[in-house]
């Protein structure tokens, strides 16, 4: 057993969730002690309306990039691959429509409201003829992804005809993602995001509702799982953010470790799936340089990614391709549509763009991921367990940096109730998935419905 396991087990990190308090991110200066001033409740329709003189500043820069040499034959081993860029570039000047998916983006009713001191994003959609359960499901997304990450699901999770259960979707985006304002003060964290989403839901009537996320939005869930579970019917995610077990929990790592087949009954997939957690710091040193940049200096690569189309281009749309399947970086177009259309790929860069918010994506790494400021690492969330009031779901889809054995699942959410390997699909599950997605979302509500 090695020193590191050793101490976890006889002496486990005290869990300490962070206290209920309220905050306040608004753009006014306040003196020490004064109250921030009261949210203005009103609930606002919101339509994306870029004018054309962002459109025309957007061609110009595009028509004057530049671009660099890459060395021949790497395709994306370095990177973002040059010449799959330039034909993106062109691709975007020539044949892109914003004004096309500027209009389904606005197809599903949008609004924004005050939380916090800030305006804040989403959509929310209900069925159109509701027949059955219809169950509130708030859907967070992660980053470099965005609220239009899930539009491909809302038709289906939308659709009560399926057996008599439906959901009314309620999408937000993360403050300083998307057309979500962006925070002005510092110390905005996934628990921040956590309380502004609770009160979004509440503002909206919706008391119990469902939660799912992926990346970010995963950890944002389980955020809400475990300090407002009595608003939560149930929490279901497709990454696992939790981390190493501590105390007697650490007997079934070190069994699966050195006990395998007792462990995992023959299980494979299981198997396999711990194994690669054992050997993850090699993938994790390769991929994880935008994390240590974020959790660090996100301001210094703010400007270039805020100025540059291009710069951002290759800077989103490399992890829709790293994450999607990591054997990608051997294709020469990175395997970029073969899971997305090039349209559905620049809408999303173009969130970004025209809402000139990628650096703040980036300080939200560093309010949580930082060593010296992170909420996570003050508060241990990773390592918290989720009531067992709450019941949990959990979907592996198969090329996921990060895939997790059910009874690793188990230690952070006591009343798993349901488990599943799905057959394809990556990072962003939502977004290359739809159907899988919605299907498996559909399925773990039968169980909560049905469980009581």
Not at 73 to 94: H, K, M, P
Request: charged fraction near 20%; hydrophobic fraction near 35%; aromatic fraction near 14%.
């Amino acid at each position: 057993m090695s020193k590191s396991s050793l101490r976890r087990l006889l002496l486990p990190h005290k869990i300490q969730l962070p206290p209920l308090t309220d905050g306040w991110y608004g753009r006014a200066s306040l003196a020490k002690g004064e109250q921030p001033p009261p949210d203005d409740p009103t609930i606002n329709r919101f339509n994306v309306n870029i004018s054309a003189e962002e459109l025309d500043d957007l061609k110009k820069k595009l028509k004057s990039a530049r671009y660099f040499e890459a060395i021949e034959g790497t395709n994306f081993r370095y990177g973002f691959s040059a010449e799959t860029l330039t034909q993106i570039v062109d691709y975007w000047l020539n044949k892109y429509d914003w004004r096309r998916w500027e209009n389904e983006l606005n197809k599903y009713d949008q609004f924004k409201t005050q939380i916090e001191g800030l305006d804040i994003h989403y959509v929310h959609i209900r069925p159109k003829n509701p027949n059955g359960v219809v169950i509130p499901l708030l859907a967070i997304h992660g980053w470099p992804g965005s609220f239009f990450e899930y539009y491909k699901t809302i038709p289906i999770l939308t659709d009560s005809s399926l057996e008599g259960l439906s959901f009314e979707v309620v999408i937000p985006s993360i403050p300083g993602y998307g057309f979500s304002e962006a925070p002005h003060k510092e110390g905005f964290s996934f628990i921040s995001a956590a309380r502004v989403f609770v009160k979004l839901m509440k503002r909206l009537g919706l008391n119990r509702f469902l939660v799912h996320g992926g990346d970010w939005g995963s950890m944002i869930s389980k955020t809400i799982a475990l300090m407002y579970p009595e608003n939560v019917r149930g929490i279901h995610t497709t990454f696992y953010t939790s981390s190493q077990p501590q105390g007697a929990d650490n007997f079934k790592y070190l069994m699966a470790k050195y006990l395998p087949f007792i462990m995992f009954n023959n299980r494979e997939s299981q198997r396999t799936m711990f194994n690669d957690l054992l050997h993850y710091k090699s993938k994790w040193f390769y991929e994880s340089g935008y994390f240590h940049l974020h959790s660090t200096k996100p301001e210094t690569i703010g400007p270039a990614l805020t100025d540059s189309p291009i710069g951002l281009a290759a800077y989103i749309l490399e992890k829709f391709s790293a994450w999607t399947d990591p054997t990608n970086v051997f294709k020469p177009d990175g395997g970029l549509t073969e899971k997305f259309t090039m349209d559905e790929l620049l809408t999303n860069v173009m969130i970004y763009w025209f809402s000139k918010n990628i650096t703040s994506s980036m300080r939200f790494y560093k309010e949580n991921g930082c060593p010296i400021i992170g909420v996570y690492h003050k508060y241990r969330i990773g390592a918290a367990k989720v009531s067992p009031t709450v019941p949990a779901g959990y979907a592996v889809f198969p090329k996921e940096m990060v895939r997790v054995p059910e009874f690793i699942v188990r230690m952070a959410f006591e009343n798993l109730v349901h488990y599943t390997e799905l057959p394809s699909g990556g990072h962003f599950g939502a977004f290359e998935e739809p159907k899988l997605l919605a299907e498996d979302l559909r399925k773990f509500a039968f169980t909560v419905v049905t469980k009581g």
